[in-house]
């Protein structure tokens, strides 16, 4: 926890393996939730609002409250998680504090906002079905940044300790280079 609290976890071997571990389950976690919401919603306001409000033609009844309460209830937990663990990683990144900022908030509320805009389709208005796209393309524009961000950050980290080691070899070399001149 101490390469947490500090920022140096990009240069502990370890924590770089289970952080680049991780980043590929999210990688994957990523296209597989493009996967899913082009599949079941679609790409468009009309396919998402008739995957939410149901289909005569395509033989689909409207989601139940029931069933997006289980949804909601597994997918609210979850991405606080996967957000608190990309943004808070995000925080010994070398971006501006601003920068941070904006990208938290971004983050959790593209979150909610893409979670919480399937309600507004099936029980406010069928408009809300470009909210409920825009929140999708947000939120996984900002997973992708953070961890495109949190791989570089963490290859920035493992690239210190062999440059550290050549210019201790360098220095060595030098020395050893000194001792051999003047012997």
Same mark, same amino acid.
């Given at each position: 926890?101490?390469?947490?609290?500090?920022?140096?976890?990009?240069?502990?071997?370890?924590?770089?393996?289970?952080?680049?571990?991780?980043?590929?389950?999210?990688?994957?976690?990523?296209?597989?939730?493009?996967?899913?919401?082009?599949?079941?919603?679609?790409?468009?306001?009309?396919?998402?609002?008739?995957?939410? !409000?149901?289909?005569? +033609?395509?033989?689909?009844?409207?989601?139940?409250? +029931?069933?997006?309460?289980?949804?909601?209830?597994?997918?609210?937990?979850?991405?606080?998680?996967?957000? !608190?663990?990309?943004?808070?990683?995000?925080?010994?990144?070398?971006?501006?504090?601003?920068?941070?900022i904006a990208m938290i908030a971004l983050a959790f509320s593209s979150a909610l906002l893409e979670e919480g805009s399937g309600w507004l389709v099936r029980f406010a208005h069928p408009g809300f079905a470009w909210v409920k796209l825009a929140s999708f393309l947000t939120l996984q524009g900002a997973l992708a940044f953070l961890l495109v961000g949190l791989v570089m950050f963490l290859k920035e980290g493992a690239a210190a300790p062999e440059a550290a080691g050549a210019r201790r070899r360098r220095g060595e070399k030098q020395k050893q280079e000194t001792s051999v001149r003047r012997g």
């Open positions: 926890m101490k390469y947490m609290e500090r920022g140096g976890f990009q240069n502990q071997e370890l924590m770089r393996w289970t952080l680049g571990a991780t980043c590929a389950l999210l990688a994957a976690f990523w296209f597989t939730n493009a996967a899913l919401f082009v599949s079941r919603l679609g790409v468009t306001p009309r396919s998402i609002a008739a995957y939410y !409000l149901g289909s005569e +033609g395509d033989f689909r009844a409207p989601r139940t409250a +029931g069933a997006m309460l289980e949804v909601t209830h597994m997918h609210l937990p979850m991405m606080a998680l996967v957000m !608190l663990l990309l943004t808070h990683l995000l925080i010994f990144a070398p971006y501006s504090k601003k920068a941070k």
